[in-house]
């Protein structure tokens, strides 16, 4: 059994969707996020403010190739994974990758909540959502086979239609 795997920009249901899925399907679950913090004994803040963002991006590439080489498995990511050419390969090759998309009200509403995110804990985040949404679509929009919008979505109809992707149906 192929992956699947979840990816999006933070705050589009990734998480609560991959382990729904997961259940779901009988597969098993897998957070990089989660991943990355146990390894490293410290939280993606942490990281970020000790050693920066470049130190991070290698240890998800790291984890991501070594989650690829494993079958059966929903895969929840960390919102930049597809910025990284090599971990699309490594998911292209390994399953089917969907993104879940959400408009940036929707984004700002369930990332505000949290101060886990260390690239939100800014000034002015409502802003910096929308620069890191259009840096980001291109790469979303090559890295993905399907694309499901979760706004205002309910978490059955998503996976519904997740399942119908994964199927064959309609996109
Ligand atoms: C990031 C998203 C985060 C986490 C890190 C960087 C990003 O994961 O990997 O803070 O670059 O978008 P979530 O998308 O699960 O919040």
Not at 27 to 53: C, H, K, P, Q, W
Request: hydrophobic share 30%; aromatic share 6%.
């Amino acid at each position: 059994m192929r992956n699947i795997y979840i990816v999006g920009f933070m705050g589009t249901g990734k998480t609560s969707i991959s382990k729904a899925l997961a259940e779901d399907l009988g597969l098993n679950y897998i957070s990089m996020d989660n991943v990355i913090e146990e390894r490293e004994n410290r939280t993606i803040n942490d990281i970020f403010a000790e050693e920066g963002e470049e130190y991070f991006r290698s240890l998800e590439r790291e984890v991501l190739e070594e989650i690829a080489g494993n079958e059966g498995q929903v895969v929840d990511t960390g919102g930049g994974v597809v910025l990284d050419e090599e971990n699309v390969k490594n998911m292209k090759n390994s399953g089917t990758v969907i993104c879940l998309w959400s408009d940036p009200g929707t984004i700002r509403k369930h990332t505000q909540k949290h101060g886990h995110r260390p690239l939100l804990n800014v000034e002015n985040p409502e802003e910096r959502i929308q620069e890191l949404i259009e840096c980001r679509r291109p790469f979303y929009v090559k890295a993905s086979d399907f694309h499901i919008d979760t706004s205002g979505g309910e978490k059955k109809i998503i996976l519904g239609r997740i399942k119908d992707c994964l199927s064959g149906g309609e996109e």
